[in-house]
């Protein structure tokens, strides 16, 4: 079981940008998947969590008001929809997964960068 997250890139400030993470692999379960994010110098960060089957949200208060988390159940992909973005929101943004309720994230994905420029 892999995850693939992809969608990052250099965006203005106050732009928006959308971040997909695809779970493949050919048995899996998926309790949640929760997005974080590293800029560098600092430790990594939890952005936002999704169960997936019921969809309930969860976000960092850095993010709360301007990042949306979703998914996709059929295609297996999660979202991170970014907007109003700042220069502080610069970082490497993984994904992973929690297969069960207890025992946290289990996997996670390579990482894509987000640049945010004034």
């Known amino acids: 079981v892999q995850l693939q997250a992809f969608g990052g890139g250099l965006v203005q400030t106050g732009g928006s940008l959308t971040l997909s993470c695809e779970v493949v692999g050919r048995t899996f379960t998926i309790y949640s998947m929760g997005w974080f994010r590293q800029a560098p110098g600092k430790e990594r960060e939890f952005i936002a969590d999704?169960?997936?089957?019921?969809?309930?949200?969860d976000y960092s208060d850095s993010v709360k008001g301007r990042f949306i988390i979703s998914r996709d159940k059929p295609e297996n992909t999660g979202y991170l929809q970014m907007n109003s973005l700042k220069s502080e929101d610069t970082a490497v943004y993984y994904c992973?997964?929690?297969?069960?309720?207890?025992?946290?994230?289990?996997?996670w994905g390579q990482g894509t960068e987000v640049t945010v420029s004034s």
């Open positions: 999704i169960k997936w089957n019921v969809g309930m949200a």
């Open positions: 992973a997964r929690a297969p069960l309720s207890s025992g946290g994230y289990k996997q």
